[in-house]
């Protein structure tokens, strides 16, 4: 499976430890950045990870930032993506049995790298239910569609 990684500055750390597990894990791993510690604006990054999981660059995309919240708004401002930020393993279960998202968000001063990487473990071996929750997700589908115009 390909996953589209990126983070800020704040979510640096985070991001490249996630991405040793992917590869260790032998995931393909996109890497849109951030590349070093210096002060980069979260929405830039976001809209590339978005983009890339919108477009199936990449089946999935894993974002960070030093709380997770700024990177997921970004994202979730890209038509098509359903970012979750969690930091516990039933949400980040519940992500995608229910919610279908297709992209984790973590806050890299928020969770430990242990916990991060069993959140992540958890999220991408979880599979969409579908049935009544393809019906929630498709009226989430419908408001992109009510608001885009
Ligand atoms: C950067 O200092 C910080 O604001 C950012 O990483 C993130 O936490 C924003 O939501």
């Not at 979510?11 to 260790?24: N, P, S």
């Not at 951030?34 to 983009?51: C, H, M, Q, R, T």
Request: net charge negative; aromatic share 6%; proline share 2%.
């Amino acid at each position: 499976m390909k996953i589209a990684l990126g983070s800020d500055h704040g979510g640096y750390d985070l991001k490249e430890i996630i991405k040793a597990y992917l590869e260790k894990n032998n995931y393909e791993v996109i890497d849109f950045g951030a590349f070093n510690k210096d002060s980069i604006d979260y929405p830039e990054i976001g809209e590339k990870v978005a983009l890339a999981v919108k477009d199936g660059e990449a089946e999935k995309g894993i974002i960070t930032c030093g709380t997770g919240l700024g990177i997921s708004i970004s994202a979730n401002k890209v038509p098509g993506i359903r970012a979750a930020l969690v930091s516990d393993t039933f949400s980040a279960k519940m992500s995608r049995a229910h919610n279908d998202a297709n992209i984790l968000a973590l806050g890299g001063r928020v969770v430990g790298p242990d916990l991060a990487l069993e959140l992540v473990q958890t999220w991408l071996n979880t599979e969409f239910e579908g049935g009544r929750h393809g019906i929630r997700v498709d009226k989430i589908k419908n408001l992109e569609t009510k608001y885009n115009k």
